[in-house]
């Protein structure tokens, strides 16, 4: 009997996603909600009990005791499963971050068009950190220096990469007790695909150590240069008021989408787009203008330091295109869809490609190069321009909604305490003191397979019910900001009462998007830094914190999630595992999916399990939390003992007579 077909409401809890979802059938094209229901997946595959490496198979492991052709056993083919799967995530973000670094040295030495040191403050504390000499020398000088020493953490052969020394002490000597700590993230991802060929490492426990090391080569090595490159030349992110969603496309303007990972290339768009060559340009061609907006980490980029809007996440990039008002989607790397320029051809829009390391075919090329930045920036926005003659029917979803965005860590610090007392000890105080039950990250992707955004969104207000604040990056922060959870109003609707007594105070939503999914070292970096501020225990595995990826569905998700783990973190993705097995049908097939929750956790104190259900997620969570609260001895978390502080009490109050108000407040009745 067919299946029946999934209504728009089904595959999304977004209006906006809905609507181009009915556009999509009306007009007769796929998308990846639609090619998602079609393509049912393998189930020998999706649970890691295939294994293709070489010409002898593939070999499908069904049966109890069987093995590969090689004799590979269930346990050794998921882990080599495994490990290439986090090596691919390690290398995409890890040669980000080589290439922003690439750029810093560029800009250090004034061959890079357009581009500026924009933070010369973390520019100094980055520098000082590896003791390059900081004192009497110019920006360039030092950034010159700085650049040459992360272009070396990639291919060094021995020694340990350099940001690991940022990490808590404790956590580096586990690191090294267990033989892995990084050396050069490049040989790191080389030595993980070598151990995986026919013939290698047959151990999966052997495998999954250096799974270990790869992953933290991509979170305290490839991802961390990353971050700290793009907040030197970008600027630290800081609280800004955004929009999200399709509504941010605009009728009478000539609208041009970044879509990707790297602010390299967008950064320069926003510029161009505001020279007032391109928008007499845009005006000659009967446009009102520019307008920008960004798809998945690019926006993210974009957003949290310029206010350049979101137009949605992973699955918006399709959706975007159905609404026939975008003249040009300017992609980079990571998470772009093949499918883009098929669905481009049933519009106007043009789909251009920027990276050396990715072409689609179909696509127009029009590569990037930072030494020329701004040249390139014009000639692709004049291309768009020139195409907004071609625009036919529009149909743009009436939906956006506002957000602040811009949480790095350098923020809260100083949000906690202002220049002068800038610390972790008000988060750490508010964790111990209860008002805060915990910490929740929820990051990663979306995923056609499960409701775009209700994983994600439903997790995170249950959390917040909880009084557990939560951090948020990539698609996962959008999701929440298309909700209206990164606004502090609308947001605190959902809040327990501790911490929003917290939120109210400090003035800030409850969910804080900390950036994109490289800057998922800024969480590292919290996390490292309310260890050293004293309370919580003296290292990350005894924080009440936990990560989650409700809707994950990339390699580099499970790297995050085996970077985080490998620092001491809880860490549940939603979904389906890789590794999953079917242990009701085949002996041993869950031995990995045992291993990389209690084996892993005994070594490191952090464990990565996955939890179908979005409620479970929530019970394990706060289970886990109370535990660690538990552990550190702190006051059980009593709800009830607080929300009758601060602007909820005043506004229980505020219809009293003036008298009434103060005798409630001070005990006495005063005038
Ligand atoms: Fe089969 Fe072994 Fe070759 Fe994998 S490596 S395909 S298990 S023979
Ligand atoms: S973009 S990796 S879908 S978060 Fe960073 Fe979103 Fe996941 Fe790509």
């Not at 090596?87 to 061959?111: C, I, P, Q, Y």
């Not at 811009?406 to 000890?425: A, D, Q, V």
């Not at 929003?500 to 999914?517: D, F, K, N, Q």
Request: charged share 20%; hydrophobic share 40%; net charge negative.
């Amino acid at each position: 009997m067919p299946r029946e077909k999934k209504t728009p409401e089904q595959h999304s809890i977004d209006p906006a996603a809905q609507e181009m979802l009915i556009r999509a059938d009306q007009i007769g094209v796929s998308t990846a909600f639609s090619r998602a229901e079609d393509m049912i997946p393998c189930n020998i595959g999706g649970a890691g009990m295939c294994c293709k490496l070489c010409g002898m198979g593939p070999c499908r492991l069904v049966k109890d005791g069987q093995t590969g052709v090689c004799g590979a056993t269930i346990d050794t083919m998921q882990a080599r499963n495994l490990i290439r799967a986090i090596a691919a995530g390690s290398a995409a973000h890890s040669d980000h971050g080589r290439d922003m670094a690439f750029t810093l040295k560029a800009v250090a030495n004034g061959e890079a068009e357009g581009y500026q040191i924009r933070d010369i403050a973390k520019l100094r504390v980055v520098a000082s950190r590896y003791d390059i000499p900081i004192e009497d020398r110019a920006p360039e000088e030092i950034a010159n220096d700085l650049a040459d020493l992360y272009i070396s953490q990639f291919g060094q052969q021995r020694g340990e990469v350099a940001p690991i020394s940022q990490a808590p002490e404790k956590r580096q000597a586990i690191w090294r007790e267990q033989g892995v700590v990084p050396r050069g993230v490049d040989r790191e991802v080389v030595e993980a695909l070598h151990r995986t060929h026919i013939g290698d490492d047959q151990d999966p426990v052997h495998i999954l150590s250096h799974a270990i090391r790869t992953a933290l080569a991509d979170g305290w090595g490839g991802s961390m240069i990353a971050t700290d490159v793009s907040d030197i030349l970008f600027g630290t992110p800081a609280p800004l008021l955004g929009e999200a969603n399709l509504g941010v496309l605009k009728d009478d303007m000539v609208n041009v989408i970044v879509h990707g990972h790297e602010p390299t290339l967008s950064e320069m768009i926003v510029a161009a787009s505001q020279d007032p060559e391109i928008i007499e340009y845009a005006k000659a061609a009967g446009a009102n203008g520019v307008n920008l907006s960004g798809i998945c980490c690019t926006a993210n980029e974009i957003l949290m330091r310029q206010g350049i809007p979101a137009a949605g996440n992973f699955l918006h990039q399709e959706l975007s295109i159905l609404t026939g008002a975008v003249e040009a989607m300017v992609v980079d790397v990571q998470c772009i869809m093949q499918a883009l320029v098929g669905l481009a051809q049933n519009f106007h829009t043009q789909i251009i490609t920027t990276s050396p390391k990715v072409k689609i075919k179909g696509a127009t090329h029009i590569e990037f190069d930072e030494h020329h930045a701004m040249t390139i920036a014009k000639q692709i926005l004049k291309t768009a321009i020139d195409n907004y003659k071609n625009r036919g029917e529009t149909q743009i979803p009436d939906v956006r909604e506002n957000l602040v965005p811009g949480f790095s860590h350098e923020y809260i610090n100083y949000m906690l305490g202002g220049s002068y007392r800038g610390s972790f000890r008000p988060l750490n105080d508010a964790i111990i003191s209860g008002r805060i039950r915990g910490v929740a990250a929820i990051v990663g992707c979306n995923n056609p397979r499960s409701q775009q955004d209700y994983l994600h969104t439903h997790v995170t207000k249950e959390l917040l019910k909880q009084d557990v604040l939560v951090v948020e990056t990539g698609c996962g922060a959008i999701a929440a900001a298309k909700l209206g959870l990164l606004l502090g109003e609308a947001g605190l609707a959902h809040v327990g009462p501790g911490l929003r007594e917290i939120c109210e105070t400090i003035g800030v939503p409850p969910v804080l998007h900390m950036g994109s999914c490289v800057d998922n070292t800024r969480i590292l970096t919290v996390l490292t830094q309310m260890v050293e501020e004293g309370g919580l225990g003296d290292d990350i595995d005894q924080i009440p914190a936990v990560g989650l990826a409700p809707e994950w569905m990339s390699e580099k998700a499970l790297s995050i999630g085996t970077y985080c783990v490998a620092s001491g973190a809880y860490v549940m993705f939603g979904g389906s595992s890789p590794v999953s097995g079917m242990p009701d049908r085949v002996e041993d097939s869950d031995i990995v999916l045992n291993y990389i929750s209690k084996g892993w956790e005994d070594i490191y104190g952090g464990k990565l399990e996955f939890v179908e259900d979005p409620d479970e997620m929530v019970r394990r969570t706060l289970a886990h939390i109370d535990l660690k609260r538990a552990d550190l001895g702190l006051v059980e978390y009593d709800p009830a003992r607080f929300g009758r502080s601060g602007d909820a009490r005043m506004r229980e109050l505020e219809d009293l007579p003036l008298a009434e108000r103060r005798q409630a407040l001070y005990g006495a009745a005063t005038d």
